[in-house]
């Protein structure tokens, strides 16, 4: 299973487009990028999953380059609801489940 | 509603008395697994299970047995509990290895 790499804590301001980048240099080609937002005593809850170039749903965006070594969750337009940890996995495609989670990164979003 | 559900949500026992950790997904997922949070330390996956009377561990096993009789059901049993097993537990469930997976609200867990 690939290491993750965040940052451990950012902070941003309301109306800001927040950017989080998470490097995993060992990633597989089986492997695919999910990340997960969790609040205070609450499970994590899933954002967004991709496996290479960009993908887009309702909350964030997710833009993996073409070496896949890296990815960056993008969340548009952030409101004080945003303040939670988020965690980047690498998942590996295959029948084995076992699951990493990384120590997150905090993030902070100031009015 | 799809719901991972456990219960209790709050336990507070002494060392060494067996207790059960129950976990119930109505959403007829094959995949499911136990995780433990501890401040600074993230969470850790503790066993999981890819199917009925399939399980394996996680990272953090020792001190923890499962079990996966019936699809919708993974009970967490600490046989002897510990203090260091003073934690935050999840229990989450996922169709497949490349869907998301749904978690469950949590059981706090106190061992004194």
């Known amino acids: 299973l690939a290491k993750t790499t965040q940052p451990i804590s950012m902070d941003s301001y309301e109306g800001q487009e927040v950017n989080i980048t998470c490097s995993h240099n060992?990633?597989?080609?089986?492997?695919?990028i999910t990340w997960y937002q969790q609040f205070p005593s609450q499970g994590p809850r899933f954002i967004i999953q991709?496996?290479?170039t960009k993908v887009t749903n309702e909350v964030a965006s997710l833009f993996i380059p073409a070496d896949r070594k890296s990815s960056t969750l993008s969340l548009p337009r952030v409101s004080l609801s945003d303040t939670a940890v988020y965690y980047c996995?690498?998942?590996?495609?295959?029948?084995?489940?076992?699951?990493?989670f990384g120590s997150g990164t905090r993030l902070s979003i100031r009015p | 509603e799809a719901q991972v559900t456990q219960n209790p949500r709050y336990l507070i026992t002494v060392t060494g008395k067996k207790l059960t950790v129950t976990c119930s997904q109505n959403?007829?997922?094959?995949?499911m697994s136990w995780y433990r949070q501890d401040p600074g330390l993230g969470l850790r996956q503790i066993y999981y299970?890819?199917?009925?009377?399939?399980?394996d561990k996680g990272d953090v096993p020792e001190g923890y047995k499962v079990s996966r009789k019936e699809k919708r059901n993974f009970p967490l049993i600490l046989e002897s509990p510990s203090p260091n097993q003073t934690s935050l537990y999840f229990c989450?469930?996922?169709?497949?290895?490349?869907?998301?997976?749904?978690f469950g609200p949590g059981t706090r867990l106190t061992v004194t």
């Open positions: 989450a469930s996922r169709l497949g290895p490349s869907y998301e997976q749904y």
């Open positions: 060992n990633i597989a080609t089986n492997d695919y």
């Open positions: 991709g496996y290479k």
């Open positions: 996995l690498v998942v590996t495609y295959s029948s084995a489940s076992k699951i990493i």
């Open positions: 959403m007829n997922h094959e995949y």
């Open positions: 299970s890819m199917n009925v009377e399939v399980t």
